[in-house]
């Protein structure tokens, strides 16, 4: 595979609970071999978005950000914060794609009352919205085919859940 482009956002609901947040994440990235220590999140890399009224961390172009990218355990990440910071509310929003191939990694996770969501989409982009119709009647398989923002992609696996801090 050729080199990976990875955009993250990270939103803190208060600013009391960004170094919080930020000891934990800098703890879980630490584990990675690969770490490059530029990824570890500082308080001055969070700005408050006055429209959300967060506090908002974002970084483009960001390699080798996990060991294995397509594997972040992100997932376990946020249920392992959540259980020990219950009112810290939190959106961690992770996509990754190689520049020499279609593969894809889309992984959405908010923490909000006591409730954790998630939306993790692994697959292959397809085309763009305006050029889906050519492509579409060009294409033989029958795989399956999201709408993802203005792209499609082929669906290797789309996962999409919800869990409370009681079903913990």
Not at 85 to 95: A, E, G, K, R, T
Request: charged share 30%.
């Amino acid at each position: 595979m050729g080199r990976e482009a990875v955009h993250l956002t990270v939103s803190i609901s208060e600013k009391g609970n960004v170094g919080v947040f930020i000891d934990a994440w800098n703890e879980m990235l630490k584990e990675n071999e690969y770490l490059d220590e530029d990824n570890l999140l500082t308080e001055d890399g969070f700005e408050e978005d006055f429209m959300s009224h967060e506090y908002v961390w974002e970084g483009d172009e960001i390699a080798n950000l996990f060991d294995v990218p397509n594997d972040t355990g992100l997932l376990d990440f946020c249920k392992r914060f959540m259980k020990k910071h219950p009112n810290v509310d939190f959106m961690i929003d992770y996509y990754l794609a190689w520049d020499n191939c279609g593969d894809t990694v889309i992984e959405n996770y908010c923490a909000v009352g006591g409730k954790l969501s998630w939306d993790y989409f692994d697959g292959e982009w397809f085309c763009s919205e305006c050029d889906y119709e050519e492509e579409r009647e060009n294409q033989e398989s029958g795989e399956e085919v999201e709408l993802i923002g203005e792209s499609y992609y082929i669906v290797n696996h789309h996962e999409e859940g919800i869990v409370t801090l009681s079903e913990m």
